[in-house]
């Protein structure tokens, strides 16, 4: 699965990408406009209508046409969709392994075990106000989507002349931080 969003994501399938981006997309601005409620309705209403539809004009269909194809979405009907035990668990496993390691480095984060991760933490909190002062999480939401589906291509593009730029960036943040850890009290890493 893995390697299909990645392929999703760099556009190997230019039409199964447009298809997931612009339905992320409609999804994403449709919740800007109405509740969650209201977006979950009109979608459910939406497939029934195609669904309904489609099954009508086939019934239609074998009637004029004197045939017995039989329900013409049964080849769907039949497909297994129930998880398995093993499946369940297997994510349930993951998932308390992000949990644990979130708690854990949140616990290391505010109990101050390194004091210049805490302050790397305390100071992009502080950044995070203002970002929630000029955006609210659906815009976010809306931006690292677009980001999601368009970064892959410009890195790919100039992905010479970026890892140069990070390159200088990371020098000088480095420079910083080893200036920021003499200066600080306990602020050296213990070897």
């Known amino acids: 699965m893995g390697g299909?969003?990645?392929?999703?994501?760099?556009?190997?399938n230019?039409?199964?990408?447009?298809?997931?981006?612009?339905?992320?997309?409609?999804l994403l601005f449709s919740l800007t406009q109405?509740?969650?409620?209201?977006?979950?309705?009109?979608?459910?209403?939406?497939v029934l209508s195609a669904t309904i539809s489609f099954r009508v004009y086939k019934s239609v269909l074998q009637a004029v046409q004197k045939t017995d194809e039989g329900h013409p979405l049964k080849a769907y009907l039949e497909v297994e969709i129930a998880l398995s035990?093993?499946?369940?668990?297997?994510?349930?496993?993951?998932?308390?392994?992000?949990?644990?390691?979130?708690?854990?480095?949140?616990?290391?984060l505010f109990l101050v075990q390194d004091?210049?991760?805490?302050?790397?933490?305390a100071v992009l909190m502080w950044l995070l106000t203002y970002v929630g002062a000029l955006f609210n999480g659906l815009t976010l939401l809306i931006l690292a989507v677009v980001s999601m589906f368009t970064m892959p291509l410009v890195y790919e593009k100039y992905q010479t002349q970026i890892d140069q730029y990070l390159g200088l960036v990371r020098t000088q943040v480095n420079a910083i931080m080893g200036k920021i850890r003499e200066k600080v009290p306990g602020a050296k890493k213990k070897e």
Request: charged content about 20%; proline content about 0%; aromatic content about 12%.
């Open 4 to 12: 299909s969003v990645v392929d999703l994501l760099h556009w190997r």
């Open 14 to 26: 230019v039409k199964q990408s447009g298809l997931v981006f612009g339905s992320l997309l409609l």
């Open 34 to 46: 109405f509740s969650v409620v209201s977006v979950i309705a009109y979608l459910a209403l939406a």
């Open 85 to 108: 035990a093993d499946q369940i668990s297997k994510y349930v496993d993951k998932t308390q392994l992000y949990i644990n390691f979130t708690m854990k480095e949140l616990r290391r």
């Open 115 to 121: 004091l210049v991760d805490s302050i790397k933490f």
